[in-house]
């Protein structure tokens, strides 16, 4: 569903992403994780056609994000780690923009808000403005937005920034029953302990370049240890 | 729903939150900030139409000045509304978080330009809107127009904003598409900008007849280029006195040229953003990472500075270093002071100096009055809002080992002293270009300081006093109760400290009001603003060290 080849990005002299290929198919929940500037975040924007790729394609489903831009977004939602919000917007008025911008005309439009808001526990909160709910609120408001056009891949930079522990267990339930329906997630973070629990397979990045890859059973076989992710990530990703 | 039918409805929506947001306000509120804007409003209709009334007694020379200063309101309105739409153009289409979310939306690039276009050419026009009401109703009113003139007005008013926002949307599309970021590049660009402006300058020599007494060109040397045939704010003057006139088929005809010159220029910003903005997009968020930035900025002023306390040093080395690195902010002071210092400089190339003590001395006045009212606004967009704008970021402030009596002293004498080193400057030009004598040269220094002062005081104590850490954007602290407060109160501190030396002065000159009267005249006014400076520099800066202090983050 999602397909990398060869991809590089570099900023001035600095190579952010270094040569990625990578394949993601659908009805999976892949992981990324890297260290701060390993090039997780350039590699999400140039999936969703924020930053264009130096050389190599995306494609997301069976468009390329770089000449079908518009039909690959159409079946592609995203989070980023800092999200845009309209301050001045209730969240029933927000979702119905999204709505409108991914074009949905199914007729149950209002009861499908409702049940949403219902289901992440915004419902008092629909009349309020979204500017005045809390950092959790706003985080779930976001997801419901993400998820009402039903994309086919979703990608989410950093899920569980600012949540309770409440939120990210909804979040996380939320995630793996959609991905039980055959969506494609893939999100970075910085909590393994997250993509341990939750994570069909796991991609490591440092200094723009893949240097590991597969399920968690498969990278304690691969680097030789037993122990947790965080072992491995840390002997991977440790300065020499 | 169509996307672009999706983003209409979002922004109704929005208007129609805001809309019950200022029903839930105070009603002091509300009424002060409706009661300023009326004011400010009919304060500019009663100085057009005295500047009317003032050109109408001039007999012959009056009159064709009164008719293509119409065409001139026009070209100066256009001129700043093209600056403005630029700099919104430029803010809104590639720095907006909007713009970053809509991007992984599935719109096409046409709508999402057509709408940012759009966009930015609302934002910007309001002033032109404030404006230009006052004028041409005053211009009406002077002239005996009908009922209709205000509809004609609006008719051609409507696409002349988006003719300005179109030519605002391509300069700001094709220079971030195209244009080198090499330092070298832009320095050499300055340089050629700033030779060409002082060689113009130095050029320009009017037509002069010696043997008028008055000679148009002389005082209004932008009336030629204003009633060009092929200038848009022709069009919109003509056109609108064609209407009004009963002149129809003329009237329709500029409009009709206005219309489709614009239709084709908003034709050509879709056509320029569909191919071009995701490219130009692309070197704007590559932008931070290849500049190769020092990591220090002004390390030597760093140094320069060691003689203050540590505390003092580095927020005065921080707000520098923010101010620079904000391109917003430094342009926006750049162009005002920048403008103005040009219109000084051109003073002997228009022979103003030459002209009678009369005239030299109400330009004098007059250069006063807008040196202090572009410190005014200066101050209510960067010196009010920098302790909101402090914002998440204020424990660090709040947490150091100093007070808060230091932080907003410092704040104040930071931005005191740029505007007094600006405005005194700029008086002192303009005072040396007129030839103007060494009293009134130090008088308008003089009232330029005390301007300045003030208006740092005032701006740093209510901003201190209406702190908002929770609002990122300038605009909304700004336009805030606390933000029109400060500009009424500074608005109204120069005009009282303006208007008893314009008084007397005028007496002088008009009046015979000489000798001993005129001096004691000079010291009582001088005595009133030392008073009126004093009060208004110690109490909003006692009052926001309170606030400051007292108040719970």
């Known amino acids: 569903m999602i397909n990398i080849r060869n991809l590089n990005k570099h900023f001035g002299a600095v190579q952010a992403v270094n040569d990625l290929s990578l394949s993601i198919p659908a009805g999976e929940l892949f992981c990324f994780l890297g260290p701060n500037g390993a090039g997780k975040t350039t590699t999400i924007k140039m999936l969703t056609g924020l930053l264009r790729p130096d050389s190599g394609t995306i494609k997301i489903g069976e468009f390329d994000i770089q000449t079908q831009p518009v039909e690959a977004k159409r079946i592609m939602g995203y989070i980023p780690d800092m999200p845009f919000l309209y301050e001045k917007l209730t969240p029933v008025e927000f979702l119905k923009f999204v709505a409108g911008l991914y074009n949905i005309n199914r007729p149950d439009l209002n009861d499908h808000i409702e049940a949403s808001l219902r289901q992440f526990g915004l419902q008092e909160a629909r009349n309020a403005l979204i500017g005045e709910l809390s950092h959790g609120m706003r985080q779930r408001l976001l997801y419901i937005g993400t998820f009402i056009h039903n994309p086919r891949v979703v990608l989410i930079d950093e899920p569980l920034i600012g949540l309770d522990p409440h939120s990210i267990r909804m979040i996380k339930d939320l995630l793996r029953a959609k991905v039980r329906d055959g969506m494609t997630i893939l999100l970075t973070t910085h909590i393994l302990a997250l993509a341990q629990d939750i994570a069909d397979r796991i991609g490591i990045i440092s200094g723009g370049q893949l240097i590991a890859l597969g399920k968690m059973s498969e990278l304690q076989t691969q680097f030789g240890s037993n122990g947790t992710l965080e072992d491995i990530f840390l002997k991977l990703t440790s300065a020499p | ?553």
């Open chain 2, 1 to 553: 729903m169509t996307p672009l039918t999706a983003i209409w409805m979002k922004d109704f929506f929005v208007l129609r939150n805001l809309r019950r947001m200022l029903q839930r306000e105070s009603v002091f509120k509300v009424t002060f900030i409706l009661l300023f804007a009326t004011g400010m409003m009919g304060g500019f209709f009663a100085m057009f139409l005295s500047g009317f009334r003032f050109l109408s007694e001039m007999g012959g020379g009056g009159f064709m000045i009164t008719h293509r200063l119409f065409a001139l309101f026009f070209l100066g309105l256009g001129l700043m509304l093209l600056m403005s739409n630029v700099i919104t153009s430029y803010a809104t289409i590639f720095k907006s978080r909007e713009t970053l979310f809509l991007l992984t939306a599935p719109l096409d690039t046409r709508t999402l330009i057509t709408y940012k276009f759009i966009e930015s050419s609302l934002l910007s026009s309001w002033a032109f809107f404030f404006l230009m009401v006052p004028y041409t109703a005053a211009y009406a009113w002077h002239a005996h127009l009908g009922i209709l003139f205000p509809v004609w007005t609006f008719l051609f008013a409507a696409p002349f904003v988006l003719l300005c926002g179109g030519i605002g949307a391509l300069i700001a599309l094709t220079a971030v598409r195209w244009f080198p970021r090499n330092r070298i590049f832009w320095a050499i660009m300055a340089g050629l900008v700033l030779g060409a402006t002082v060689y113009g300058i130095v050029q320009i020599r009017p037509v002069m007849n010696e043997n008028a007494s008055f000679v148009l060109n002389r005082l209004l040397p932008g009336l030629q280029l204003a009633s060009h045939p092929l200038m848009p704010n022709n069009w919109v003057a003509e056109g609108i006195m064609a209407l009004t006139s009963g002149q129809w088929s003329r009237g329709l005809l500029l409009w009709l040229v206005l219309a489709t010159n614009t239709a084709v220029l908003m034709l050509l910003v879709q056509w320029l953003g569909d191919g071009q903005f995701y490219n130009a997009f692309q070197r704007v968020a590559g932008a931070a990472d290849l500049r190769r930035r020092p990591a220090e900025l002004l390390s030597g002023l760093d140094k320069s500075l060691a003689f203050l306390p540590h505390d003092i040093r580095g927020m005065v080395m921080k707000d520098i270093r923010s101010f620079l690195r904000d391109p917003m902010q430094w342009s926006q002071a750049l162009i005002f002071f920048g403008l103005l210092a040009i219109y000084f400089s051109s003073f002997r190339s228009f022979h103003y100096n030459e002209m009678p003590d009369l005239w030299r001395n109400l330009i004098v006045f007059l250069n006063i009055f807008s040196v202090s009212s572009v410190i005014c606004s200066l101050a209510a967009r960067f010196v009010y809002p920098q302790l909101s704008l402090e914002g998440h970021s204020f424990w660090i402030l709040g947490l150091a080992p100093t007070g808060m009596r230091r932080i907003l002293l410092t704040k104040f004498f930071l931005a005191a002293l740029a505007m007094v080193a600006v405005s005194a400057g700029l008086m002192g030009l303009a005072a040396w270009m007129l030839q103007a004598g060494w009293a009134l040269t130090a008088l308008s220094v003089g009232l330029a300081i005390a301007v300045s002062l003030s208006t740092a005081a005032l701006s740093t104590g209510l901003g201190a006093i209406f702190i908002d850490l929770k609002q990122p954007n300038p605009a909304a602290i700004i336009s805030g109760f606390g933000g029109t407060m400060n500009l009424v109160f500074t608005l109204g501190f120069m005009l009282s400290v303006i208007l008893p030396f314009g008084l007397i002065w005028h007496w002088h000159v008009t009046s015979g009001f000489n000798g001993t009267p005129f001096h004691q005249a000079n010291i009582a006014a001088t005595l009133w603003v030392v008073l009126l400076s004093s009060a208004t520099i110690s109490i909003p800066l006692w009052l926001g060290i309170r606030s400051l202090k007292h108040r719970e983050y």
